[in-house]
Each structure stands twice: as structure tokens, then as C-alpha cells.
């Protein structure tokens, strides 16, 4: 089973990073027409009628340059202009209300989009040095920044895990999976937990710890599962199964509203009744369910 997480990440881009600081070799794509360019107003995008638009280097406004890489025989940039001209504008939407536009037809494009929004987020939030304070200049087609005293800042990703949780024999119909929600989710909205990963831990024991804090589950066995960018601003989901050792829930009430145990009839029926609301297909929090309970599911967020 192919899930919707993996289709996304499966057609990756040549980053070229070899060219990021080849003045010669960017002016060169700049000027071919066949290259494309994404533009980003701040850390948000505008989509046109209902599709994320690749522009021309010629039909593209003036901005900072990053490069993306080459795929597909073209070579991709993303601009980022001034954030004024998306709040002038309501259409513009950040990452997360683009993920509709990348569950169906843009599923090509949804390496380079991640790229590029996951710099402007980084761009938009790294203004100064941690070490100085001074301000800092984009490089290296804006994949590091410089400061006037030398210091050089790179983009950072944050580790976090996100887990589908079962107890019972597995695949026997009594085999129940753990799902919670948050306090201002819409009714019926549930979702596998998730938090990050801190100084000094594994990953399997940051999957322990998360669930244990947020649901009073105890968790013994982890297997790692799959892993996804979600530059929501800038992590990198790494998904895991984990088999409880205890089954009476105690949410923390904040993290979490509510969890439950779901038994494969249970979450069947109530998806099909829209009394149960899962994670888009998007999500590897969606692979990590449906690849639990077996097929595709209805309905989503």
C-alpha cells in the first residue's frame, strides 16, 4: 500500500547545491525561460484558480532569490517579496491552507513548495545573530546567513514524533489504536499524538514520554514507521507504531481534550457516519492510521 506522505516525498528535486553561490550558473537559469519560480509573499503563497502558480523568471516580481534545484528538466527558484503584499491581499494563504491544493494534482510540486516555504519560514523568524546580535544577510541562494562578525546561521530542522498507538493481538478484531484531540479541534476531529523530540532523548523514548504525558498510556515496544517534512514552520515528522502496555487514559487536559481507544469496526463506522474526522491524506499521521487499520478510510479534516 502506497500512502498519500510517501507520493509526496517520492519525487524529490535535485537541490543543486553545488550552484547555490555560482553567480554565473543562477543567472543563466534566471534567464531561461523554461525555469520557474514560485513567489512568496512573507511565508505565504497565492493560489490561482485553486492551483499553486509557477511563474516565468521574466513574469516574476523582484525579490529575494532562493534557489530549489532542477527537476524535470527545468530548474526551480521561489521570490520572496515584501510580507505587505500578502496582508493587501486576503487570497494569500500560509503552508497549511495550501495542503488541499497538494493531495491531488500538485502532488509533483510538493517537495519544491516545502522547500521553499520552509525557508521563508526560517527567513522570517532568523533576523539576528544568537551569538551577536547583529543582523543577518542571506547567502548561498538564502540557505545561510551571515552576520558582519562572521557567524553563520543554517536552517534548522526540529524532530518530532508522531505515533498511531495499539494494544491487543494484532490484527484480531478486539486490537484497538489510540487517538486524542485538542481542546479547540471541531467536534469528532481526532488524530495520532505527536510532540517533540527533546535534548538528550531517542526517539523512542520521546515517543514514550509524549504519550504517557498527554494520555497516561504506558508504551513498551516502538517500531519507526515513515518519516515526512512539515515545515509548519520547521519540523520533520518521524512516525512510529507503539504497542501500550497499560490502557486506562488519563488526558492531561492540556495537550489533549480527549483520547480514546478505537477498534477497527468502531473507527469504520463512525468514519463512515462523519461522527469520526481523521487527518487529511497529506498527513503521515492518516498513513499511520490507515496502515493500522488495513485500506483507505472516508472522509477527512
Request: aromatic content about 8%.
Amino acid at each position: 500500500m502506497t500512502y498519500q506522505h510517501e507520493r509526496i516525498t517520492a519525487n524529490a528535486h535535485d537541490r543543486a547545491g553545488v550552484h547555490r553561490g555560482d553567480d554565473t550558473w543562477l543567472e543563466e537559469k534566471w534567464a531561461d525561460p523554461e525555469s520557474r519560480v514560485l513567489v512568496v509573499s512573507g511565508t505565504r503563497v497565492k493560489p490561482v484558480d485553486g492551483k499553486l502558480e509557477w511563474l516565468s523568471p521574466q513574469d516574476a516580481p523582484d525579490g529575494l532569490r532562493i534557489l530549489l534545484g532542477e527537476h524535470d528538466g527545468r530548474t526551480w527558484f521561489a521570490v520572496i517579496v515584501d510580507a505587505q503584499v500578502a496582508k493587501a491581499d486576503g487570497e494569500w494563504a500560509p503552508l497549511r491552507g495550501l495542503l488541499p491544493f497538494l493531495a491531488d494534482d500538485a502532488l509533483a510540486g510538493a517537495p519544491l513548495i516545502f522547500h521553499a516555504l520552509g525557508l521563508a519560514e526560517w527567513l522570517w523568524v532568523t533576523r539576528f545573530c544568537p551569538r551577536c546580535g547583529e543582523p543577518l544577510h542571506p547567502r548561498s541562494s538564502a540557505h545561510e546567513l551571515t552576520c558582519d562578525n562572521g557567524h553563520t546561521q543554517f536552517p534548522r530542522t526540529d524532530p518530532a514524533v508522531i505515533m498511531v498507538v495499539t494494544h491487543g493481538e494484532p490484527g484480531s478484531e478486539d486490537e484497538r489504536c489510540l487517538l486524542g484531540r485538542g481542546a479547540t479541534w471541531p467536534e469528532g476531529r481526532y488524530s495520532t499524538l505527536a510532540g517533540f523530540c527533546e535534548p538528550g532523548e531517542t526517539l523512542e523514548d520521546a515517543v514514550r514520554r509524549e504519550v504517557r504525558e498527554e494520555s497516561g498510556i504506558v508504551v513498551g515496544d516502538v517500531q519507526y514507521f515513515g518519516n515526512q517534512p512539515w515545515p509548519l514552520p520547521a519540523s520533520l515528522m518521524l512516525g512510529f507504531i507503539g504497542r501500550a502496555t497499560s490502557t486506562d487514559i488519563a488526558v492531561d487536559n492540556h495537550e489533549l481534550e480527549d483520547a480514546r481507544w478505537f477498534t477497527r469496526a468502531e473507527m469504520k463506522a463512525l468514519a463512515e457516519a462523519g461522527t469520526l474526522l481523521l487527518p487529511g491524506g497529506v498527513s503521515i499521521s492518516r498513513s499511520l492510521v490507515e496502515h493500522w487499520y488495513g485500506g483507505e478510510l472516508p472522509g477527512s479534516w
